[in-house]
């Protein structure tokens, strides 16, 4: 079975903080994505990465950055917590060639007070 | 406009009824539909995919797109309590690692 783990169910940061979402896979996958779900909205891409050290920005990147230094790995970081950054964010991966089977992790809801 | 839409629902049907879940795009270019569901607190998982037009067949499960009318079904046969969930539609084109989602359809399966 494909697992794709999240550091954290539920988190709650302060406004101005610096935040670390963290993503691990164990299919080997080439390719892993950040998404937020919000009411209304849908999934929306944040940033996606097809390679170690290698990303692409999605439709929502600003407020965001992201790091794959390894394989398995894709991390999430919110420089300077806002409160309209507070959402549900899905890391999901896939192999490469195969983006139509993403498979997602748990979820981390974020709330920024 | 938004690429995808899907009505949010929620949709409450008896059980052992035929549910018809559907989304429509405005981007002729798409080419991979999926369709997600997502149970409460947990992520989405793929239920099935379809490349292009056309049907396809899962056990209770029926994928339908229709190019022309820019507008994909899924069906569920027999749905039972276990189906209530939310399910996302999803879709790409071009850009082969940009997907868009539907915001999603909350269905209640009533015992």
């Known amino acids: 079975d494909v697992k794709v783990t999240q550091s954290s169910r539920y988190l709650v940061k302060r406004t101005g903080e610096k935040v670390f979402l963290e993503c691990v896979q164990d299919m080997d996958h080439e390719n892993m994505f950040w998404y937020r779900q919000d009411p209304g909205l849908g999934l929306r891409l944040i940033y996606f990465s097809y390679d170690v050290k290698m990303k692409e920005k999605g439709d929502i990147p600003e407020g965001y950055s992201v790091s794959r230094e390894k394989k398995e790995r894709f991390s999430l970081i919110l420089e300077s917590a806002s409160t309209n950054q507070t959402s549900m964010y899905l890391c999901?991966?896939?192999?490469?060639?195969?983006?139509?089977?993403?498979?997602f992790g748990p979820g981390t809801r974020l709330t920024v007070t | 406009q938004k690429e995808v839409e899907q009505d949010p629902g929620p949709l409450s049907v008896p059980e052992g009824a035929i549910v018809s879940l559907n989304c429509t795009y405005s981007?002729?270019?798409?080419?991979?539909f999926m369709w997600y569901r997502q149970y409460s607190r947990k992520g989405p998982e793929l239920l099935m995919y379809t490349y292009s037009s056309g049907n396809k067949e899962d056990g209770r499960f029926t994928a339908q797109v229709d190019k022309s009318s820019k507008y994909i079904s899924l069906f569920i046969r027999d749905s039972q309590p276990s189906d209530s969930a939310t399910y996302l539609c999803a879709m790409n084109g071009n850009n082969f690692n940009k997907f868009y989602f539907g915001s999603g359809t909350k269905l209640n399966v009533k015992p």
């Open positions: 999901a991966s896939s192999f490469q060639g195969a983006n139509y089977e993403q498979y």
């Open positions: 981007n002729s270019a798409f080419q991979y």
